[in-house]
């Protein structure tokens, strides 16, 4: 790597930013979003729900604690949401060269390097952000200097849960009470989530019949991009409704379960992506800080008399959870499971175990 190589980042509005490259050095194109999060970069960049993304950074410094090593345990990673980097590429202000942490093994840029995902500093993150929030979010692309031009590429027309859902069925743990959890993009910590309340998990792809198997609970996990290209999953929860048994669906999953249950989903206009997203209870005062990555949202008014609201963001009044009025389905637009972020709701996992 040609240290300090320019970039450019170009908006499709015609928008260009200057910067420096301090990832692997290629012409990359995606939707560019913004993440409020002050920390967790490993986190959210090995979140699959960021497939086809430029994330950009909004706290100023970056890399400062570096990168932990991508050690496992039982099929899952230890400090990683996934095996690998599915953010197209990060974007931040201050790029820090030298970390220090007790749990780092390698740098951002090293890392970046291994998995050939572009990352660029010294961009002005303040203005990005501020052309993100009036215009919303906006396809991009970033182009080395000398680097070979590129299309701009909308990822939310590609079905990204296909790309980023596991190929085959695996099953984690041993516990009695057996749950099927389908594969959109999940994050490895929902996963850790469920096996310490001592369940067995049977982990299957998006698009699988999963109604033929033996089990006691669905789980419909987080994912990337537009849910209207997961029709497949919604047939397949929609004929699971025909029993009674829990389902609690998340991110992802919430949509899923709203279009399985009839209603309809919309694009945001820049999406929920921080640490500090206020959600209330409906029906309580009860409200609680969350962690969210979404672009996308069920549409309130388009819910059957059969479901109601579960959780209101404060900021917009936007859906964050659905329940069903008389069956044990329910859902979190939310992250329960954190990694990184606030865990104050992760309360909802022994709700749905116990609901089994």
């Not at 008399?305 to 069903?324: A, Q, S, V, Y």
Request: glycine share 8%; proline share 5%.
């Amino acid at each position: 790597m040609q240290k300090d190589k320019p970039v450019s980042l170009i908006l499709d509005n015609g928008t260009v930013f200057h910067g420096k490259s301090f990832g692997f050095e290629k012409p990359v194109s995606g939707e560019v979003v913004f993440s409020t999060a002050m920390v967790g970069y490993p986190e959210s960049l090995t979140d699959p729900s960021y497939s086809g993304q430029l994330l950009t950074i909004t706290y100023p410094l970056v890399g400062n604690y570096g990168v932990p090593d991508a050690s496992s345990s039982n099929n899952l990673s230890t400090f990683y949401e996934s095996e690998k980097i599915h953010a197209e590429a990060i974007i931040v202000s201050d790029y820090s060269f030298e970390y220090s942490h007790w749990n780092a093994v390698k740098s951002l840029s090293e890392w970046l390097q291994e998995e050939q995902v572009a990352g660029v500093y010294g961009i002005d993150t303040r203005e990005l952000t501020k052309q993100l929030r009036e215009n919303g979010s906006m396809k991009g692309k970033l182009i080395p200097e000398n680097g070979e031009d590129i299309d701009f590429v909308d990822p939310n027309l590609i079905n990204q849960v296909a790309k980023v859902s596991c190929k085959e069925v695996i099953r984690y743990g041993t516990g009695k009470k057996k749950i099927v959890l389908v594969d959109c993009g999940v994050k490895h910590n929902i996963l850790r989530c469920l096996l310490k309340r001592d369940v067995t998990v049977i982990r299957v792809p998006w698009d699988y019949d999963f109604n033929q198997l033996d089990f006691d609970g669905l789980f419909i996990s987080n994912g990337p991009g537009d849910p209207d290209t997961c029709q497949a999953t919604v047939n397949n929860i929609r004929k699971a409704m025909q029993g009674d048994f829990p389902i609690f669906g998340i991110c992802m999953g919430n949509q899923l379960l709203a279009k399985a249950g009839g209603a309809q989903t919309y694009k945001l206009k820049y999406g929920h992506r921080s640490h500090n997203q206020p959600v209330r209870m409906v029906g309580t005062n009860r409200c609680f800080i969350t962690s969210q990555n979404h672009g996308f949202a069920v549409d309130n008014s388009t819910l059957s008399e059969e479901w109601e609201p579960l959780f209101i963001n404060m900021n917009d009044g936007t859906n964050e959870g659905i329940r069903h009025k008389t069956k044990p389905y329910f859902s979190a637009q939310f992250h329960p499971e954190a990694s990184s972020g606030p865990t104050d709701t992760e309360f909802l996992f022994d709700e749905f175990v116990n609901m089994i």
